[in-house]
């Protein structure tokens, strides 16, 4: 019985001790590939994300370039764009200077237009106011037309041209002498201003006379030769 026990605990041993020696064998042979494979592959990873990093940064490098390269294309525009506004502006400020001595130029112009249409509205409006006798007066007027040239036509002439402005001419006659070289106006003290109309009316080389002696007439008006 005993014996049969300590062959059982010397088996027991055996196989204790080359179980432990195959176990130590199975870790050298087992365990080292593992750690190589692992080793080997965590280079690997190292490797790529090396070559990402590389790869990503040569991109944003071009990028860059990219950005640049436009960057200074649109500062050239820019730059050009500004330099044709200050030429456009330069310009534009000269055509309003032009402009402004133009409009200071008309404006002259004008004022002194308006100054000469014063003047000449005047004018008219003087010699209007001379020319036209007005109706009452012509109508109140004693006219009496003498020829002082010798010629009895021309004082009825005169007549003609008298009547066809208004006057109404009492007498037509010849005067005492003949020796009048110019139409001439003879006017009484209250007939002066209708004398002087009637003078501008009559235009040419008339003259105007006060009547010195005592008639009838207000006005007397005796054609010469108007030579």
């Known amino acids: 019985m005993v014996r049969a026990y300590l062959i059982v605990l010397a088996l027991w041993g055996g196989f204790g001790f080359f179980g432990c020696a195959g176990i130590d064998q199975t870790d050298r042979d087992v365990k080292p590939e593992p750690m190589a494979q692992a080793t080997k592959g965590t280079?690997?990873?190292?490797?790529?994300?090396?070559?990402?990093?590389?790869?990503?940064?040569?991109?944003?490098?071009?990028?860059?370039?990219?950005?640049?390269?436009?960057?200074q294309r649109i500062v050239r525009e820019h730059e050009n764009k500004m330099a044709r506004l200050k030429t456009l502006n330069q310009l534009l400020n000269?055509?309003?200077?032009a402009l402004r001595e133009e409009n200071r130029k008309i404006m002259s112009e004008s004022l002194l237009l308006?100054?000469?249409?014063?003047?000449?509205q005047g004018q008219k409006e003087r010699v209007a106011h001379e020319q036209k006798a007005p109706q009452e007066d012509?109508?109140?007027?004693?006219?009496?037309?003498?020829?002082?040239?010798?010629?009895?036509?021309?004082?009825?002439?005169?007549?003609?041209?008298?009547?066809?402005?208004?006057?109404?001419?009492?007498?037509?006659?010849?005067?005492?002498?003949?020796?009048?070289?110019?139409?001439?106006?003879?006017?009484?003290?209250?007939?002066?201003?209708q004398a002087k109309r009637l003078l501008s009316r009559l235009g040419g080389n008339a003259v105007l006379k006060p009547l010195t002696w005592p008639s009838v007439f207000d006005l007397i008006i005796v054609t010469g030769k108007n030579q």
Not at 45 to 68: F, P, S, T
Not at 94 to 97: H, M, N, S, V
């Open 114 to 120: 308006e100054r000469k249409l014063t003047q000449l």
């Open 43 to 71: 280079k690997d990873e190292v490797w790529i994300e090396k070559e990402r990093l590389r790869l990503e940064n040569v991109e944003l490098q071009r990028q860059i370039a990219v950005l640049n390269k436009e960057n």
């Open 138 to 193: 012509i109508g109140s007027l004693k006219i009496k037309v003498l020829s002082g040239d010798g010629n009895l036509a021309s004082a009825q002439e005169m007549a003609k041209k008298l009547g066809s402005m208004g006057y109404k001419i009492k007498v037509v006659d010849l005067a005492p002498q003949s020796s009048f070289s110019r139409d001439t106006v003879y006017f009484t003290s209250k007939s002066h201003q």
């Open 94 to 97: 000269k055509e309003i200077e």
